[in-house]
């Protein structure tokens, strides 16, 4: 009987191991489930994989946040996402950080991405969502990249002043004169945890400032 009592104990003791190491590894989507459960968002993270790759429950502690995000998606395609899965949720502010991925493309335009963050924006407006624009990201010693980055996040910031919204340049926080700094990426072009860390940083200080 000790026997079996101790083999009981010690498969117990297992099963709370994993379930312990399962909700360590998961609990950025754990979290985010219970906030769509109770459909209560506060924060909407929107984007493409600069955005997707973030734990943004743990960048953001204390604050109900959904990420959104899509790896390789354009803005075209980005501001059709965001009609299908941000406006339902009725979030208080979607931060909004899209465009990166229409510079290599062979039907690229300024004036198509620009229109698409203005639909976006406009939408969310409409639907009694703050929007939030966030400047696009330099990447590491690619010079052309970063000079289309640049005379982008110059439009955005036009733009959201055209519409009496915030623009977060995050940008400026990132860069050195190479580009995007190598201590914060992990390829050249996407962030490291340093990087998100210092992204997290200033939406924090964005909210903290719309508090007061």
């Known amino acids: 009987m000790k026997i079996v009592f101790w083999i009981s104990i010690a498969i117990n003791l297992l099963f709370l191991v994993l379930i312990f190491s399962y909700y360590l590894r998961n ?15 506060e ?7 600069h955005t997707a790759n973030a734990k943004w429950t743990e960048l953001l ?3 109900k946040v959904i990420t959104i995000g899509f790896n390789g998606y354009n803005s075209d395609q980005l501001r059709n996402m965001l009609m299908l899965k ?7 502010i979607c931060f909004i950080q899209a465009g990166g991925n229409d510079i290599n493309s062979r039907c690229f335009g300024k004036g198509i991405l620009i229109s698409n963050i203005q639909t976006m924006t406009d939408s969310l ?29 110059v439009l955005l910031r ?15 926080r990132l860069i050195d004169k190479d580009g995007l700094k ?10 490291n945890q340093k990087g998100y860390t210092i992204w997290s940083e200033i939406l924090e200080e964005y909210l903290v400032a719309g508090q007061k």
Not at 43 to 49: A, E, K, R, V, Y
């Open 27 to 41: 609990k950025d989507q754990i979290k985010q489930k219970v906030t769509l459960a109770r459909g209560n968002p």
């Open 43 to 49: 924060i909407i993270m929107f984007g493409d994989s």
């Open 61 to 63: 502690p204390g604050k």
């Open 86 to 92: 941000v406006l339902p949720l009725k979030p208080e």
């Open 125 to 153: 407006i409409k639907n009694n969502i703050r929007p939030v624009i966030q400047s696009l990201f330099n990447r590491t010693n690619s010079l052309e990249y970063n000079q289309q980055v640049d005379s982008i996040n």
């Open 158 to 172: 036009e733009l959201a002043l055209k519409k009496n919204i915030a623009f977060l340049d995050i940008n400026s």
């Open 182 to 191: 190598n201590e914060l990426t992990i390829d050249n072009i996407h962030l």
